[in-house]
């Protein structure tokens, strides 16, 4: 590895280093690299960090081209993003796209920026679609012509991108004279003081929350312990974490919850994105809408449904807890990558999840907006202090303390939330108790 600033190193002399692997194909490569060397005082010592890599073959890469395109009497614009597909003969999975849409000041005729948009997309025409609200056009004061920069398509279920341009020339013929027949009709609704709604965030809402489909993903059966009727209105739903057997919220005391549902899915090995689509599907009947608590992955599957899904957590308007979350590494796990895969830390027949890793959260995070954040409330827990008081002696040779057996606290903070506390003797576990 080098600190010399060529090559993959950014910068000389800063204490980074850099270093290029080359792999023989798609899949997961443990990457391992230690350091050596004398302290101030003359004493040896030896640091070691050890990553999960998730190598894949891009399915799609970015041609350059994007095109946004008004809609008749609609505030909506559809952004086509031109992509060619690299592998022929497979379906393309789904991905998550990213671009910074910049416009032109009208008086001095630079560069101004607009907004940025992003969500999950699908392949289809030698394209993806995101949305831009005209919203953020007229707030900006730009006219054309438009342009994208940072342009990144992203693997969803391990969170790699697979193109990214830093510009891209967006041809927008007839968005000038669509904004203002817009305005003269008064489609576009600024009536709202300047404020940014959740529709400009991330799309039009539809007219009916449908779960978006989980065609394919992997097989797996889910069910509700609770039946569902038609008319439901306001349910709790409770959600497990990655691989568990059993829903804790449900073994430790079903009824200390009121209109509760409990999400099963035992033993699944799934990422946010997947794990957050299986609960939208199971969860649609509850046209009334719900809020949802989350123990371990349950927690981040609850903000990735807030974030990029029309769910029913936009029918609660009562302004109570939408999303509460415990024992959730929102920032990743030191078990929960290379430890998975050799000691199946995480359950029965579960291995790495790349969503947890610190590698992987850290790229998930950064596509989580602020304002879905502080809609969250986190509870986090540990074992008791002492070195010697563990909830589970072969996990914490290796985790940081304090520690919960699988959570470490250092890595369960969520910037821009509500942090409710941490209590100690509590494990990550189906009880939750300390031994």
């Given at each position: 590895?080098?600190?010399?600033?060529?090559?993959?190193?950014?910068?000389?002399?800063?204490?980074?280093?850099?270093?290029?692997?080359?792999?023989?194909?798609?899949?997961?490569?443990?990457?391992?690299?230690?350091?050596?060397?004398?302290?101030?005082?003359?004493?040896?010592?030896?640091?070691?960090?050890?990553?999960?890599?998730?190598?894949?073959?891009?399915?799609?890469?970015?041609?350059?081209?994007?095109?946004?395109?008004?809609?008749?009497?609609?505030?909506?614009?559809?952004?086509?993003?031109?992509?060619?597909?690299?592998?022929?003969?497979?379906?393309?999975?789904?991905?998550?796209?990213?671009?910074?849409?910049?416009?032109?000041?009208?008086?001095?005729?630079?560069?101004?920026?607009?907004?940025?948009?992003?969500?999950?997309?699908?392949?289809?025409?030698?394209?993806?679609?995101?949305?831009?609200?005209?919203?953020?056009?007229?707030?900006?004061?730009?006219?054309?012509?438009?342009?994208?920069?940072?342009?990144?398509?992203?693997?969803?279920?391990?969170?790699?991108?697979?193109?990214?341009?830093?510009?891209?020339?967006?041809?927008?013929?007839?968005?000038?004279?669509?904004?203002?027949?817009?305005?003269?009709?008064?489609?576009?609704?600024?009536?709202?003081?300047?404020?940014?709604?959740?529709?400009?965030?991330?799309?039009?809402?539809?007219?009916?929350?449908?779960?978006?489909?989980?065609?394919?993903?992997?097989?797996?059966?889910?069910?509700?312990?609770?039946?569902?009727?038609a008319n439901e209105t306001g349910k709790l739903l409770l959600l497990h974490g990655y691989c568990s057997p059993a829903n804790p919220w449900q073994v430790n005391g079903k009824d200390d919850f009121t209109d509760a549902a409990f999400f099963n899915n035992p033993n699944a090995d799934l990422s946010?994105?997947?794990?957050?689509?299986?609960?939208?599907?199971?969860?649609?009947?509850?046209?009334?809408?719900?809020?949802?608590?989350?123990?371990?992955?349950?927690?981040?599957?609850?903000?990735?449904?807030?974030?990029?899904?029309?769910?029913?957590?936009?029918?609660?308007?009562?302004?109570?807890?939408?999303?509460?979350?415990?024992?959730?590494?929102?920032?990743?796990?030191?078990?929960?990558?290379?430890?998975?895969?050799?000691?199946?830390?995480?359950?029965?027949?579960?291995?790495?999840?790349?969503?947890?890793?610190?590698?992987?959260?850290?790229?998930?995070?950064?596509?989580?907006?602020?304002?879905?954040?502080?809609?969250?409330?986190?509870?986090?827990?540990?074992?008791?202090?002492?070195?010697?008081?563990?909830?589970?002696?072969?996990?914490?040779?290796?985790?940081?303390?304090?520690?919960?057996?699988?959570?470490?606290?250092?890595?369960?903070?969520?910037?821009?939330?509500?942090?409710?506390?941490?209590?100690?003797?509590?494990?990550?576990?189906?009880?939750?108790?300390?031994?």
């Amino acid at each position: 590895m080098h600190d010399d600033g060529q090559l993959t190193d950014l910068a000389a002399n800063d204490g980074v280093y850099a270093a290029t692997i080359k792999v023989e194909g798609s899949g997961h490569y443990i990457a391992q690299a230690y350091i050596t060397g004398r302290t101030p005082h003359g004493h040896e010592f030896i640091r070691s960090t050890e990553h999960l890599i998730p190598i894949i073959q891009p399915e799609i890469r970015l041609t350059g081209e994007a095109h946004i395109v008004p809609q008749r009497d609609d505030h909506r614009m559809l952004v086509h993003i031109n992509v060619r597909k690299v592998i022929k003969d497979q379906p393309t999975m789904q991905h998550r796209a990213y671009a910074e849409v910049f416009g032109t000041d009208p008086s001095t005729g630079h560069p101004i920026p607009v907004c940025w948009i992003g969500g999950m997309v699908d392949y289809a025409d030698d394209k993806v679609i995101l949305e831009l609200d005209a919203n953020w056009v007229k707030r900006s004061g730009a006219v054309e012509p438009f342009h994208l920069r940072n342009v990144i398509v992203q693997d969803v279920k391990t969170q790699v991108p697979v193109s990214h341009l830093d510009h891209v020339n967006a041809k927008s013929d007839g968005v000038d004279e669509h904004l203002f027949l817009l305005s003269y009709k008064g489609k576009i609704p600024v009536a709202t003081n300047g404020a940014i709604t959740r529709e400009m965030r991330i799309g039009r809402r539809p007219a009916r929350v449908i779960a978006p489909s989980t065609s394919s993903l992997p097989s797996s059966s889910f069910s509700s312990q609770h039946h569902v009727s038609a008319n439901e209105t306001g349910k709790l739903l409770l959600l497990h974490g990655y691989c568990s057997p059993a829903n804790p919220w449900q073994v430790n005391g079903k009824d200390d919850f009121t209109d509760a549902a409990f999400f099963n899915n035992p033993n699944a090995d799934l990422s946010h994105d997947e794990f957050a689509r299986k609960v939208i599907e199971w969860a649609e009947p509850y046209n009334g809408g719900y809020s949802v608590i989350g123990h371990s992955q349950g927690g981040c599957v609850a903000l990735h449904m807030r974030n990029y899904y029309w769910s029913g957590l936009d029918e609660i308007t009562d302004g109570g807890k939408l999303l509460q979350s415990v024992g959730t590494p929102y920032h990743g796990d030191d078990g929960a990558g290379t430890l998975a895969n050799i000691a199946k830390i995480f359950g029965k027949l579960c291995g790495a999840n790349t969503d947890l890793t610190r590698d992987g959260a850290a790229l998930w995070l950064a596509g989580i907006a602020a304002p879905h954040r502080t809609e969250v409330n986190y509870y986090t827990t540990t074992a008791p202090k002492g070195f010697f008081n563990s909830c589970n002696l072969a996990t914490n040779l290796f985790l940081r303390h304090p520690n919960d057996g699988v959570a470490e606290l250092q890595y369960a903070q969520l910037d821009g939330a509500s942090y409710m506390g941490n209590t100690e003797s509590e494990c990550h576990s189906i009880d939750m108790k300390f031994p």
